[in-house]
């Protein structure tokens, strides 16, 4: 089976920050193919930031300028820096394969609460 372990979440005020962090097992691929995403009470998951060809990174357009997507080849880890946080970012926060998830191998996820 495909591992990803979410980890890093926790209660902040608004405009704290937060650091995520996504270990995986090189069975799910590597960090040029992986990604976050999140998933608040009662919606979809949303893409929020990951990799995509060329080693580019993509982020959602309610994230841009306020979070950070990066990785480690060594560790197959990827991280997201989490900057500005805002109470609508409130959420479980996943990391899958990029732009498209592995539907079957979601992890525990990771919550991030953002309120004052």
């Known amino acids: 089976q495909v591992e990803l372990v979410e980890s890093g979440g926790g209660l902040v005020q608004p405009g704290g920050s937060l650091r995520l962090s996504c270990t995986f097992s090189?069975?799910?691929?590597?960090?040029?193919?992986m990604g976050w995403y999140r998933q608040a009470p009662g919606r979809q998951h949303e893409l929020v930031a990951g990799f995509i060809g060329g080693g580019h990174e993509r982020y959602a357009d309610s994230v841009k300028g306020r979070f950070i997507i990066s990785g480690d080849i060594r560790t197959n880890t990827i991280d997201l820096h989490m900057n500005s946080l805002k109470p609508e970012d409130t959420a479980v926060y996943y990391c899958n394969t990029f732009p498209t998830p592995l539907r079957n191998s979601w992890g525990q996820g990771t919550q991030v609460t953002v309120s004052s």
């Open positions: 090189k069975r799910a691929g590597s960090i040029r193919d």
